[in-house]
């Protein structure tokens, strides 16, 4: 008895394919590096000269105030 893939059987065809999918999936971190995928960058303001773009926006400061008073200057 010698096994061999059942080639005529559509079952094997639809499982091969989810198998092939599952392993693309699972993989598409390790190509980013590898293949230069996703190396162009999304720019958070087209506008930004000097690569500002890639900076995280500042944290906006407020005064602390108790009762409508500065409590440090």
């Given at each position: 008895?010698?096994?061999s893939i059942p080639l005529d059987?559509?079952?094997f065809w639809v499982?091969?394919?989810?198998a092939a999918l599952a392993?693309?999936?699972l993989t598409r971190p390790l190509w980013?590096?590898?293949v230069g995928l996703g190396t162009r960058k999304q720019a958070n303001c087209p506008g930004c000269p000097n690569g500002d773009a890639d900076k995280p926006p500042?944290?906006?400061h407020v005064d602390l105030t108790?009762?409508?008073k500065?409590?440090?200057n």
């Open positions: 008895m010698i096994a059987d559509w079952q499982v091969s394919a989810c392993v693309l999936f980013k590096p590898l500042r944290p906006k108790i009762g409508g500065r409590v440090r």
